[in-house]
C-alpha cells in the first residue's frame, strides 16, 4: 500500500482482501484477533473477530493493514470503531456470521479500567446453533 490516505469506506474497504473458502459446504468458525494502535490514544484497541465464511476467507495479512489504516484515523468511539468493522466485513467478506469485539483498557486501578463493545450480524436465514454455542468469547 501506498503512503496515501484512505479517505472513503470504498477505499479502506479495499484493503480487506479474500480468498476462496476451501469448503463452503461447512459451517466453521474462523477467528482473528489483533491491535488498532491509534495515535490520538496511548492505549491500544484489542480486535477480536468471529466469522463463519461463505464464499469467501479474509486474509490476515490484509487485516492487518486495514488496522493499520485504521488506526491512522480519527477513533471517536469504540462504538463507531466497531460498526465500521462490522460494516465493511459485511461489505468485502460477506459471511454467514460475523461477530466484532472492540476492548479499551483505559488505566489500571481507575474507576473505569476497561471499555468493550462487541456487534455481531449474520445473513438472513443462516442459523447453525451447534457451531455458534461453542464459542466461548
Not at 469448503?23 to 484497541?45: C, E, Q, R
Not at 489504516?69 to 466497531?82: A, K, R, Y
Not at 442459523?127 to 455458534?132: E, F, R, T
Amino acid at each position: 500500500m501506498s503512503d496515501e490516505k484512505v479517505d472513503t469506506p470504498y477505499d479502506r474497504r479495499s484493503l480487506l482482501q479474500c480468498q476462496t473458502n476451501p469448503n463452503s459446504s461447512l459451517d466453521y468458525v474462523t477467528k482473528i484477533a489483533g491491535v488498532i494502535y491509534n495515535s490520538d490514544n496511548d492505549h491500544p484497541y484489542a480486535i477480536v473477530l468471529h466469522y463463519v465464511p461463505d464464499r469467501l476467507v479474509l486474509t490476515p495479512e490484509s487485516l492487518s493493514v486495514y488496522f493499520k489504516e485504521l488506526g491512522t484515523g480519527q477513533l471517536d468511539s469504540l462504538e463507531n470503531l466497531v460498526t465500521t468493522i462490522l460494516d465493511d466485513l459485511q461489505n468485502e467478506l460477506v459471511p454467514r456470521w460475523v461477530r466484532v469485539q472492540a476492548t479499551l483498557t483505559l488505566a489500571i486501578n481507575e474507576p473505569v479500567e476497561q471499555q468493550s463493545t462487541t456487534a455481531e450480524d449474520g445473513q438472513p436465514g443462516w442459523q447453525n446453533d451447534a457451531v455458534l454455542l461453542r464459542l466461548t468469547t
